[in-house]
């Protein structure tokens, strides 16, 4: 089973309103094509990440792929499947099924875009090791005294796992720099396809940024499952989000994106994920 460029619809999903959002390929068919060539056509697609999808009984078999290797989840490509679905199927909450996870994508049209919520897979945190915390650092060149003590570093899971550096000032946050080749290693080396850098201006309002150099790519302009993970960790640590949060990320790439999250009172309960998604 071939399939061509043109069959990918590509959207940018958690848009902030028209401009904005992190791009993703979408393909859905009957069936899913083989690995090599879902692998091959993202690679040629060159997004972050393209969603695969096909029908499954009452569900949509789902898997993603980034241009050089499978994940188990994608929350951004996960909206942009949802806005597709409400245009080629109709809008309504669509049942998926993951490689490790179900989940739901809701998708309805707005107009010119597109309202999506993913519930993400289950959560979970932790501490994070030490000496991954140390190798982060070094990769980024911050220091500890560079850390937000508020928010200690955690290794945060929502269908995949984000180590979570959370610092001191947006100046801190915007200075962002690492060697690509360094950080697929230390990324492939925990088996961590991101790590979330956040700064939280407010108890409900966070700046982050998302290297995603297990992926072969500097940084995601907008990261879902990114911001499930942050949510379920700051939920666990006793943050007072006051039942949601919301994202700014992208801003220093000049790509301004928005997410919100819905943070349950259930220890380890989904995080819903809200977004616009704008085609392209």
């Not at 499930?228 to 989000?241: E, V």
Request: with cysteine; hydrophobic share 45%.
């Amino acid at each position: 089973m071939t399939v061509s460029i043109t069959e990918v619809l590509r959207i940018a999903a958690f848009s902030d309103g028209d401009q904005g959002g992190n791009p993703a390929g979408v393909w859905i068919g009957p069936a899913l094509p083989p690995e090599t060539e879902m692998q091959r056509l993202a690679h040629e697609v060159g997004f972050s990440e393209t969603a695969f999808a096909a029908r499954s009984g009452e569900a949509f078999r789902v898997r993603y792929f980034s241009p050089e290797a499978e994940v188990p989840f994608c929350g951004h490509a996960t909206i942009a499947l949802g806005a597709a679905l409400a245009r080629e199927v109709g809008d309504g909450v669509y049942p998926l099924a993951l490689n490790q996870a179900s989940i739901t994508v809701e998708g309805r049209r707005e107009g010119g875009l597109s309202a999506a919520a993913l519930q993400s897979p289950l959560t979970r945190s932790a501490p994070a090791d030490p000496q991954l915390v140390a190798e982060a650092l070094a990769l980024f060149g911050y220091g500890e005294a560079d850390l937000d003590s508020r928010i200690p570093p955690g290794l945060a899971h929502a269908g995949n796992d984000h180590l979570v550096l959370a610092l001191q000032s947006r100046d801190l946050l915007a200075a962002m720099r690492y060697d690509l080749e360094a950080g697929r290693k230390l990324m492939r080396t925990w088996n961590m396809p991101t790590i979330v850098l956040v700064w939280a201006e407010s108890a409900r309002l966070f700046h982050t940024r998302n290297p995603f150099a297990f992926g072969g790519v500097y940084e995601d302009p907008a990261t879902g499952s990114g911001t499930a993970a942050l949510a379920g960790y700051l939920r666990d640590i006793g943050w007072p989000h006051g039942g949601a949060i919301d994202v700014v990320q992208g801003e220093d790439m000049g790509v301004r994106s928005r997410l919100h999250a819905d943070i349950g009172l259930e220890p380890g309960s989904s995080i819903r994920v809200a977004g616009t998604a704008r085609f392209m």
